[in-house]
């Protein structure tokens, strides 16, 4: 049988602890945010930055952020990624029913930015074996309303010298790194050896992430999600970061699951889009 305990996390931020048959889990509800999921037997999914702050309206470095409702620092808008990484949420339901597979729903207060409940925002973890999250996004006001998002998820990795990024062959992508231009993946795999930052677009499928140091495979299935962005910020960019260790890059890849971009979302009065990623294991040899 599954447990789920609210407890007071770090920084005095609430959280809930979740432990299956499989498997534990964390969320904070500062920004909806789960920070570990561990299958018993196997390290850790997740990767959380021993630096990461645990403070209202800054976000947790690691885990899954969920950026909402704009990617990156557009010029006119006040911050990075969106508000909802900085928000507090509530839970709406807990289940768990006897199959000892247990979700989570979690709502976005209405605010604001959101039309005081016009743009609702649902998010349901489930645990289990596996780990899988859904973002639902449904326009109740008269008008049109665009968005981009993405499930911006920090994976624990043995070595980031020897890690292999599969399943974006021949995806076009805009490199953070070089002014956005559009560029066409040549390889098979994504290999690093410096600082990557890239959003591919138009691409439905699912990417694998082949660590070699753990001996495992990490899949990244995806629904509703057009986008995948893959971030390393390597050594430079390390030592820049305040709530990230200098040496932490060598341990965490970035597979984000989304849709930015051109893939950004336009919900037309009355729709509603769903952003679904499951994320599994399984030993490599
Ligand atoms: C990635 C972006 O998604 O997020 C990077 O592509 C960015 O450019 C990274 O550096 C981390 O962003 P933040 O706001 O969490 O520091």
């Known amino acids: ?20 048959a499989w498997s534990t889990a964390e969320i904070y509800l500062h920004g909806a945010h789960v920070t570990r999921f561990q299958e018993t037997g196997q390290p850790p999914l997740l990767f959380l930055s021993d630096q990461s702050r645990f403070e209202p309206n800054v976000p947790i470095r690691g885990g899954i952020p969920i950026i909402f409702p704009w ?34 729903r979690l709502v976005l207060p209405p605010c604001p930015e959101l039309g005081d409940g016009n ?113 390393n910020p390597w050594i430079a960019k390390a030592k820049a970061m305040p709530d990230f260790g200098n040496a ?3 341990r965490m890849v970035c597979v984000e699951t989304g849709n930015v971009a051109e893939n950004q979302i336009t919900l037309a009065p009355g729709a509603t889009a769903s952003l679904t990623v499951k994320l599994s294991s399984e030993p490599s040899r």
């Open 1 to 20: 049988m599954s447990r789920v305990t609210f407890l007071t996390g770090r920084g005095g931020l609430p959280k809930l602890e979740i432990a299956t």
């Open 71 to 104: 990617f990156g620092k557009p010029a006119d808008k006040p911050a990075q990624h969106g508000f909802a990484r900085n928000r507090s949420w509530a839970v709406k339901e807990i289940a768990s029913p006897a199959t000892g597979i247990t979700t989570v």
């Open 119 to 231: 743009i609702a925002l649902e998010y349901a973890v489930t645990v289990s074996e596996n780990l899988s999250a859904e973002l639902v996004v449904t326009n109740t006001s008269a008008r049109a309303y665009a968005f981009e998002t993405c499930l911006h998820t920090y994976f624990t990795v043995g070595d980031i010298n020897t890690l292999e990024v599969l399943g974006l062959q021949g995806v076009d992508y805009l490199d953070s790194l070089d002014a956005h231009r559009r560029k066409t993946e040549a390889g098979a795999a994504i290999r690093f050896a410096g600082e990557v930052d890239r959003t591919y677009v138009n691409t439905p499928h699912r990417v694998e992430i082949h660590d070699a140091a753990l001996h495992r495979v990490i899949r990244v299935e995806k629904i509703g999600s057009a986008s995948t962005v893959v971030w």
């Open 248 to 250: 932490e890059y060598q």
